[in-house]
């Protein structure tokens, strides 16, 4: 697979410094380190907001940096948790004197190193508290869930409680409550290709798609031949219908990366129309590229049970690449 | 290639129906027929925008409804021009009493049909107006030039126009303005397949891309090895910078509908520094989905010469799925 690429070494730093460059009044990279942080910082007396992880899930997670959303993302090596040492510098620079949350996907090595990140800054400190996010129900085992679409709506959540001005304790409830209301699942019809290697993730033949499929291209449920999209919403849907019963949801439908829009808005047909067969209300939703494997062809759904507090902060004006301005 | 699809014959059909259904408070569609107009209609007195031709490069056109932006958009069959027929319903949508101007990519087919429109609408006493877009340099000669992404550029300033109130000549003469100063030049790295065939709409072998390929994958300037991106910006910009003599711009980066976000960060780093190498002042930038082919994988780079006209057409308000609410 061919790749618009200049060093497969620099791949990471490619990505962050044209994320910087393409918006040099919002960004700003910390010194020699991949992390982007808000150029403007989190306002004095506002609990900061880092996220990140391995890359290759772009526009995750420096796309969400900015008003009303992270205040730094750790932009680890493709599919490689970013080290303490990192993680420290994104809560260093995302520190606002009330505190720090950070927003980890449910992965052993993100969870261990920024757990040491977050030791690391209470030496200097900081006060840091951390919520996991693990809404993927391709996973039985609920300990076990990764962390994939759903995230985004977390960070969403907790950055707009932030901005309001809530506590540290405050906004890691209001993240908690997200992230207990909210469930994804995805499939693919291809693989992603590692650009140090050049060699597929994962192997996925032609006429062949995964169900459950991981953002890393990790196994998932059954691996069966294409079929139109109607049958794979459905079962996409049985699995999460079974699982957030709450009918009035948010809704995100969300590429893999190398999704056209036209294919997702067709998926997207299919999901709104079958949710409503089954009596739920989508009170907002969202369709695009939010949290990709790098150029796989699939896509996820997620759904957010939402009150009026979690709308209200879906809602709350946010200033970022990633995140739509408005819900669609 | 695999595709998330239902039925192949009603692949543009499915598309129109999960726009207007994720966005039911903003769009609806002409009845029976794939036009989407802005739900609450052109205000009364302002002039009404339309665009459109074959389908496949969402999110154009569509996804460039809204206020401040188009009236409405055409949707014909993939890579097929709407017939005339459709094109009127479009104009008669579109109409607010002011006129209606057509926004038309330089193909034969998108030409003749919405020409055609044109008169059907003038004969139940809408006044019309039409530009052609022709900003792409892979062809030399400038009376066969496509258009390409730089159409956005024409949808933003034109629609800044006609929310500001301008009269039918004033927005035709803005659109023009952005017409002459606009180039684009696009390169692949795979091919785009059509749904109803699930052929390639031509071919493209590993570690091959085609410099100056068309969205529908026409035939560009050459085909040669898979380069670094820095040697292919090169080659991209000093075509473009041909053209584009004047040093102030707007950049537009645009995937080709299957190229991963960070792909296009990463080019757009090279992009911008070669820029500023050359000497050029980047106003406003772009980077994202915006004119796509399919699931193509490439690039296209967009060099509009703005000045202080333009750039407050760009950065006036506006409120569309595909167009950034702010510059990036």
Redesign the interface.
């Known amino acids: 697979?061919?790749?618009?690429?200049?060093?497969p070494n620099q791949?990471v730093t490619?990505?962050v410094?044209?994320?910087v460059?393409?918006?040099p009044d919002y960004y700003e990279k910390v010194e020699g380190v991949n992390v982007i942080k808000r150029k403007d910082g989190t306002p004095s007396g506002q609990v900061g907001l880092v996220s990140g992880g391995g890359?290759?899930h772009?526009?995750a997670h420096a796309?969400y940096v900015g008003e009303g959303m992270l205040s730094a993302a750790v932009c680890g090596e493709v599919f490689t948790s970013p080290t303490p040492d990192m993680v420290l510098e994104g809560i260093k620079a995302a520190d606002g004197g009330a505190g720090v949350l950070l927003i980890v996907k449910n992965y052993s090595g993100d969870v261990m190193n920024f757990d040491m990140a977050k030791e690391l800054a209470e030496l200097e400190g900081i006060q840091v508290e951390t919520v996991i996010v693990n809404d993927d129900i391709a996973i039985k085992n609920a300990e076990d869930r990764r962390g994939v679409a759903g995230t985004v709506f977390v960070h969403k959540i907790a950055g707009a409680a932030a901005a309001a001005g809530k506590s540290l304790s405050e906004v890691k409830k209001a993240a908690e409550k997200a992230i207990n209301q909210v469930r994804s699942i995805g499939m693919a019809?291809?693989p992603c290709f590692m650009p140090e290697s050049g060699k597929p993730g994962f192997e996925l033949h032609?006429?062949e798609?995964e169900i459950g499929i991981g953002i890393h291209g990790e196994k998932g449920i059954e691996r069966k031949t294409?079929a139109?999209?109607?049958e794979?919403v459905s079962e996409l849907l049985d699995r999460l219908t079974a699982e957030v019963t709450d009918k009035r949801i948010a809704l995100m439908v969300n590429g893999m990366?190398?999704?056209?829009?036209?294919?997702?808005?067709?998926?997207?047909?299919?999901v709104?129309?079958q949710l409503e067969q089954r009596e739920y209300s989508i009170a907002r939703?969202y369709?695009g590229?939010y949290m990709?494997s790098?150029?796989m062809?699939?896509?996820s759904i997620t759904l957010l049970a939402v009150d009026d507090e979690l709308l209200g902060y879906l809602d709350a004006p946010s200033?970022t690449?990633g995140f739509?301005?408005?819900s669609?």
Chains 1, 2 share one sequence.
Do not use: C, W
Request: net charge negative.
């Open positions: 697979m061919d790749k618009l690429l200049q060093d791949f490619d990505i410094d044209g994320l460059r393409s918006h890359s290759g772009e526009p796309g019809l291809s032609e006429n798609m294409v139109p999209v109607n794979i990366g190398g999704t056209p829009i036209s294919e997702l808005y067709l998926a997207y047909k299919y709104s129309e939703s369709t590229n990709t790098l150029e062809h699939g896509f200033e690449i739509p301005v408005r669609e």
